[in-house]
């Protein structure tokens, strides 16, 4: 089992940037591939970010694209969300995942562990 915790979130003005970090317990941390969601008021929860469990392969979202960048150490536990330019639309609690599944997909069905969430909010 997996136990994940995010941090890192706050109240950030459009263009600022943002560092979330996840801290995962468990021993075969390293083996998971792990991801980033969203999730805005009355909005469904969406994919932002994953990565494989030895960071070769990471996808993003289009809406983060070039903005923000996902990645792990698997010495510390952990797994990070560097989140640059943002924008008022990237207003929500994010949420860090992991999932027994060798490469990174995008449905959140396909993650078995979920944080808490933290709240991000960009303001105009």
């Known amino acids: 089992q997996v136990q994940l915790v995010e941090s890192g979130g706050g109240l950030v003005q459009v263009g600022g940037s943002l560092r979330l970090s996840c801290a995962a317990s468990?021993?075969?941390?390293?083996?998971?591939?792990m991801g980033w969601f969203r999730q805005a008021p009355g909005k469904e929860r969406e994919f932002v970010a994953g990565i494989r469990w030895n960071s070769v392969t990471t996808s993003y979202a289009d809406s983060v694209k070039g903005r923000f960048t996902i990645s792990r150490d698997n010495a510390k536990n952990t797994v990070a969300l560097q989140m640059n330019s943002l924008k008022p639309e990237d207003t929500a609690v994010y949420y860090c995942?992991?999932?027994?599944?060798?490469?990174?997909?995008?449905?959140?069905?396909?993650?078995?562990?979920w944080g808490q969430g933290t709240q991000v909010t960009v303001s105009s």
């Open positions: 468990g021993r075969t941390f390293s083996t998971y591939t």
């Open positions: 995942a992991a999932s027994r599944a060798i490469v990174v997909l995008r449905t959140p069905s396909a993650y078995d562990y």
